[in-house]
């Protein structure tokens, strides 16, 4: 049962100025700081739960956000681990979008590393799987990092 009449909930929020946080909530942090250990817990738990329903596409977008707050947190390693395997189930769904994703995620994982020659190609790929389907944000992601190599 709702506590608030039902078109409370439609309203936008609002920012409370000086807003306390409830006891044993976590303490405010800054959007662009983050918690990226919360972030792994969860990310985590997405591809447990992914895997335990056999929704694979679920999996795919928790090992890429797994990837993702590897490579954050500079374990560029663990991140090239979480995008192959994103990419690897990708494939095999045949979803090219987050193919594409995981393909540029692995790229900038690379360059990271020191890999310039796999980072290139793999920018490359996401580039080509991207403007192949139609896909904006990876593209655009994909051509910065081979403007990087120009």
């Given amino acids: 049962m709702l506590e608030k009449p039902w078109n409370w909930y439609a309203k936008p929020a609002?920012?409370?100025p000086k807003a306390t946080p409830c006891a044993g909530s976590p303490r405010p942090t800054s959007n662009s700081a983050g918690r990226p250990g919360e972030g792994l817990k969860l990310a985590l738990s997405a591809v447990e739960f992914a895997r335990a329903t056999g929704d694979q596409r679920l999996e795919v977008g928790g090992l890429n956000t797994l990837a993702r707050l590897h490579q954050k947190l500079r374990r560029y390693d663990l991140a090239v681990n979480g995008y192959r395997g994103a990419i690897r189930i990708a494939q095999e769904i045949g979803?090219?979008?987050?193919?594409?994703e995981a393909t540029v995620g692995l790229a900038e994982s690379l360059r990271h590393m020191g890999d310039s020659g796999g980072a290139r190609s793999s920018a490359a790929r996401a580039l080509r799987l991207s403007e192949d389907g139609g896909?904006?944000?990876?593209?655009?992601r994909a051509r910065a990092l081979l403007a990087d190599f120009a």
């Fill in 135 to 140: 896909y904006p944000a990876p593209a655009g």
């Fill in 95 to 100: 979803n090219r979008y987050l193919e594409a």
């Fill in 14 to 16: 609002t920012a409370t």
